[in-house]
């Protein structure tokens, strides 16, 4: 039982961090279009927003895909393996300025992210089909569903909070002696740190 305890939550909760690190970029977009002197990247919402498309387009192939890989693998390692990765990979959006000096490395970041956002669903699936019987699954994937409500809504409230304690450390020299901040960054940094 204290078995079956411990995989059902590390499914919820391993999920549910998953969603720490899946639209990020659509909370930083309103100070990535902001201009250069105003600590934005002047991109425009068009350009952003095909970006963002990468992460859909990635998953929708991935969790295919995954799932007949996870069927191979371990289902434990699988989930953390893709949650690890995915999360570095969010954090270096924010850490390291080439991974946003085009749209175009943007949109090969979220692609990735999104390919790796599809090892979450397969293992959780079959972790509940392995340690729960068919009568007990409909009652518990119902509240194991609930982790991606909980994960999207701990994502606004924790780049926020990213924003709030780490944002002021994000400088950018943009010439002549002026230097503005780009708290933005702090969207995938502080979310992605959550998750590892």
């Known amino acids: 039982k204290k078995m079956r305890l411990k995989m059902f939550l590390g499914a ?3 999920y549910a961090a998953y969603y720490l690190v899946r639209k990020n970029l659509a909370l930083a977009i309103p100070g990535m279009i902001q201009p250069i002197e105003n ?5 425009t919402k068009l350009q952003l927003g095909i970006a963002l498309s990468a992460i859909s387009i990635a998953y929708a192939f991935s969790k295919f895909i995954m799932g007949a890989v996870s069927d191979r ?14 999360s570095l990979l969010m954090m270096s959006v924010g850490l390291f300025p080439f991974a946003t000096s085009s749209v175009t490395i943007i949109f090969m970041f979220m692609l990735a992210i999104g390919w790796l956002s599809g090892m979450g669903w397969p293992p959780c699936g079959r972790i509940m089909v392995h340690w729960f019987s068919h009568n007990e699954r409909r009652f518990k994937m119902s509240i194991w569903n609930t982790s991606h ?14 924003t709030f304690l780490i944002g002021g450390f994000f400088l950018m020299d943009i010439g ?6 780009q708290s933005w960054k702090a969207v995938f940094v ?7």
């Open 12 to 14: 919820i909760f391993g």
């Open 39 to 43: 600590g934005g990247l002047g991109y």
């Open 73 to 86: 693998s371990d289902a434990r390692k699988f989930l953390v393996i893709g949650l690890i990765i995915s």
């Open 149 to 162: 409500t909980f994960g999207s809504g701990l994502l606004g409230n924790l780049a926020a909070l990213g």
């Open 176 to 181: 002549g002696g002026v230097v503005v901040e």
């Open 190 to 196: 502080f979310p992605s740190a959550v998750a590892l």
